[in-house]
């Protein structure tokens, strides 16, 4: 108990001593120990690190959630050391509204099966999102996080120990300055070489962690190769579905073009068929464009022909079609050169030329 005491009163005059010599300092009556040029530019450089980690911390975890939200849960999660729960993410969510609808409407039909395609794609997109944000946390964000939360706060607490030991060293050197008997200069040199070699040590000990600062750039900057690695790969998993998902929608007939793009614009457009008057239908194609089809016209003869794509009738003069059905066409004098007759039993209606294939 006694020696609990002693070194309680101890510290407390360790403290006072520290906190004079700190007030003098800046009121400008004491001298105060500079660190040398090459330790203050290892401490300015540690900031940075400090700043700048922090600062593209905060901006990639928007990047992979911008609801601040969902943020927010996702922390408090964290801080209670629970696990987060599995939800769907907007690509999922959309997804599944256009699978359901397009059963809705009709896997059979043109819209509905274009529907169900689209929204495959955004799950698959949903779930390529989901491994981009974990593989970004872990590689990325987590070795961020660790040098914030450990080898930052060494620093922190090493650099405060080198503080107080400079306000120990000063205080000597005052005390030094100010004995006068034989005695207590005695005593004061001493301790002023403890105080002077106690600062030497924490001056050596701070320098070497701020020198691993090198070794922390050098091991974010694999981390953000990690992070880019993880973008190009996300964003080309993302274009290979849609370019497949544009080949799928590409075999449904252009009855009329993209909105934002004109009707001559490439094959890599997405056309979605419908219903159209007869005078904004596309020309028919070279192959039924041939002797057949003008052979089909000059004569009022008969063909089999292969519906290629699911057609809703517009109109009751017209006659609705399903994909890989054969029907019976033949050309009508007067009418329109994008349609013909289609028989199908005792049923008969226009139908449009682009949707048919005419057989030998």
């Given at each position: 108990m006694e020696f609990?005491?002693?070194?309680?009163?101890?510290?407390?005059?360790?403290?006072?001593?520290?906190?004079?010599?700190?007030?003098?300092?800046?009121?400008?009556?004491?001298?105060?120990?500079?660190?040398?040029?090459?330790?203050?530019?290892?401490?300015?450089?540690?900031?940075?690190?400090?700043?700048?980690?922090?600062k593209i911390m905060k901006q990639t975890e928007v990047l992979l959630q911008p609801n601040p939200n969902v943020r927010m849960e996702e922390f408090l999660y964290e801080m209670l050391d629970k696990k987060v729960p599995t939800r769907a993410n907007n690509h999922e969510l959309l997804g599944e509204c256009m699978i359901d609808s397009g059963h809705e409407f009709g896997p059979g039909t043109a819209y509905g099966s274009a529907l169900i395609k689209c929204g495959e794609t955004e799950k698959l997109l949903g779930s390529a999102e989901k491994e981009f944000i974990q593989s970004s946390a872990i590689n990325f964000l987590t070795p961020f996080r660790n040098f914030i939360e450990g080898d930052f706060k060494t620093i922190l607490k090493e650099r405060k120990l080198l503080?107080?030991?400079?306000?120990?060293?000063?205080?000597?050197?005052?005390?030094?300055?100010?004995?006068?008997v034989a005695d207590a200069r005695s005593a004061a040199e001493t301790e002023l070489r403890i105080a002077q070699s106690e600062f030497d040590r924490q001056a050596e000990i701070t320098r070497l962690l701020l020198e691993g600062i090198s070794s922390t750039h050098?091991?974010?900057?694999?981390?953000?190769?990690?992070?880019?690695?993880?973008?190009?790969?996300?964003?080309?998993?993302?274009?290979?579905?849609?370019?497949?998902?544009?080949?799928?929608?590409?075999?449904?007939?252009?009855t009329f073009s993209n909105n934002n793009q004109p009707a001559s614009s490439s094959s890599a457009s997405i056309l979605v068929p419908t219903a159209q008057p007869a005078a904004s239908l596309p020309a028919p194609p070279?192959?039924?464009?041939?002797?057949?089809?003008?052979?089909?016209?000059?004569?009022?003869?008969?063909?089999?022909?292969?519906?290629?794509?699911?057609?809703?009738?517009?109109?009751?003069?017209?006659?609705?079609?399903?994909?890989?059905?054969?029907?019976?066409?033949?050309?009508?004098?007067?009418?329109?050169?994008d349609w013909l007759m289609g028989q199908r039993g005792n049923q008969k209606g226009k139908v449009p030329i682009t949707y048919l294939e005419l057989l030998n």
């Open positions: 609990n005491v002693r070194r309680l009163a101890a510290d407390a005059g360790t403290f006072l001593s520290r906190a004079v010599q700190f007030t003098e300092e800046k009121f400008g009556q004491a001298e105060k120990t500079e660190l040398d040029a090459h330790l203050e530019t290892l401490l300015s450089r540690a900031e940075f690190t400090k700043h700048w980690t922090e503080q107080n030991k400079r306000l120990d060293l000063d205080a000597a050197k005052n005390r030094m300055k100010k004995a006068r050098a091991h974010h900057l694999r981390c953000l190769n990690d992070f880019v690695d993880a973008q190009a790969s996300y964003y080309a998993q993302c274009y290979q579905y849609m370019v497949n998902l544009q080949k799928q929608l590409g075999s449904f007939p252009s070279s192959s039924q464009a041939s002797p057949a089809l003008n052979e089909l016209r000059s004569t009022s003869g008969t063909r089999k022909a292969r519906v290629l794509y699911d057609y809703d009738a517009a109109s009751s003069s017209e006659l609705s079609l399903l994909a890989d059905e054969v029907i019976t066409v033949s050309s009508v004098p007067g009418m329109d050169s």
